[in-house]
């Protein structure tokens, strides 16, 4: 049995949903050939270093991220900190020789994540990234309809990500609607647009691309209290949101789909719509992660039209993944159990030297195509994405 070390950076939201896997798989994976092993977590913020040591069992904590890649036992870094330090962290994890899992979009603009690449591509070492609602059962299980042949020669691709996490104006003003700190729904929630869309139909050729702020002002929060989704009093002082809320693209697939794609953080109604739409000569797909147990399939029957609908397919244990987590049909998994999965894959490829998806060059894909939305804003006019 193989033992991996583990040193998690950043102790925020997505440190405790990444720390939480670790702990999972042993359970999960009960029959998998390594076990994680949780050395050393850092916060810049001490009491959330040493919560999330007590919390998840790591042997110990520090404020200073310096130390995880001076580590001897560490073997993987786990990069959950901001985007501002993703590219910094990401280079000396490489420079330290460090296996790296990091939370998308791997750099605060596309430069970055593109540099994160580079720092890593011809070193050997494994990468990860946080895409991780491709792992979800029914999505795994289209991308099996698809590759099949089931839908035929494809045609369409509708996929957007629409969630009001910041649909409030008294919503604090985090790093993530700071230009400086990166881009906003395009490096947010876009990025899992882009990649969705490149593991069920494949690369974008060219697009063009509108953008809007809607909420041009915020609360200033208190360093290191609370995440994206509080609140503010109403009488704190405000500062100036200077990235974007909304992004949409037309699209045009390599392979000659004809897609949508739409991101935006302060919609009204909708949760956590991540979300496709695939059509096809012979049928049809339609996922939704706010009911990510279920996927809605349709055959084209020409001989019997009074039938010729959708089918709401359940999750079950012959899908992909689920029967890890019960043997139920109809019996729903969750958000926290993709990135169970997620944590799975990356330490399965640490184990066997062979690089999974999606990693640091699918990150790179999607930072093509981020450079070309943003290109498109400037330019008004279709641009195509870069090799």
């Not at 036992?73 to 900190?81: G, K, P, Y």
């Not at 991308?143 to 089931?150: D, H, N, P, R, T």
């Not at 719509?273 to 084209?300: C, H, P, V």
């Amino acid at each position: 049995m193989r033992t991996i070390g583990v040193g998690v950076i950043g102790m925020g939201w997505m440190g405790h949903a990444h720390s939480r896997a670790y702990n999972q798989i042993r359970d999960r994976f009960h029959d998998a050939d390594f076990r994680p092993r949780l050395i050393v977590c850092t916060d810049a913020v001490e009491s959330r270093a040493r919560e999330a040591q007590e919390r998840f069992g790591f042997e110990q904590y520090t404020t200073d991220w310096h130390a995880v890649f001076q580590n001897p036992e560490v073997e993987v870094v786990n990069i959950t900190a901001p985007n501002g330090l993703h590219l910094e962290l990401n280079q000396a994890a490489a420079a330290a020789g460090k296996h790296i899992m990091c939370e998308k979009p791997v750099g605060r603009f596309p430069s970055e994540t593109i540099a994160s690449y580079e720092a890593v591509k011809d070193t050997g070492l494994m990468t990860g990234v946080g895409y991780n609602y491709r792992w979800a059962p029914m999505v795994q299980y289209a991308k099996q309809l698809l590759e099949s042949g089931e839908l035929g020669t494809l045609t369409h691709y509708h996929g957007r990500f629409l969630n009001g996490y910041a649909g409030d104006p008294l919503g604090f003003l985090s790093w993530r609607f700071e230009e400086d700190q990166g881009l906003g729904t395009l490096g947010d929630l876009m990025s899992h647009v882009i990649d969705m869309a490149h593991l069920l139909t494949g690369p974008i050729h060219k697009l063009v691309s509108n953008r809007h702020t809607f909420i041009t002002e915020r609360p200033i929060p208190t360093p290191g209290v609370g995440t994206h989704y509080d609140v503010a009093t109403g009488n704190e002082p405000r500062g100036a949101v200077t990235n974007e809320d909304y992004v949409s693209a037309l699209v045009q697939f390599e392979n000659g789909v004809q897609g949508t794609l739409e991101s935006c953080r302060v919609i009204n109604g909708e949760k956590c719509d991540m979300s496709f739409e695939i059509y096809g000569t012979k049928g049809a797909l339609k996922w939704n992660m706010e009911q990510m147990n279920e996927l809605q399939f349709q055959r084209r029957n020409t001989a019997n039209p009074a039938q010729d609908g959708f089918t709401e397919l359940l999750s079950g244990p012959a899908h992909p993944y689920h029967a890890r987590f019960n043997p139920a049909w109809g019996t729903a998994i969750g958000y926290d159990d993709t990135k169970v999965i997620e944590a799975y894959n990356f330490l399965k490829s640490v184990t066997t030297g062979e690089q999974g998806e999606p990693g640091f060059k699918e990150a790179y894909a999607v930072a093509r195509v981020q450079e070309a939305i943003m290109q498109s804003w400037e330019t008004e006019k279709w641009e195509q994405i870069q090799a």
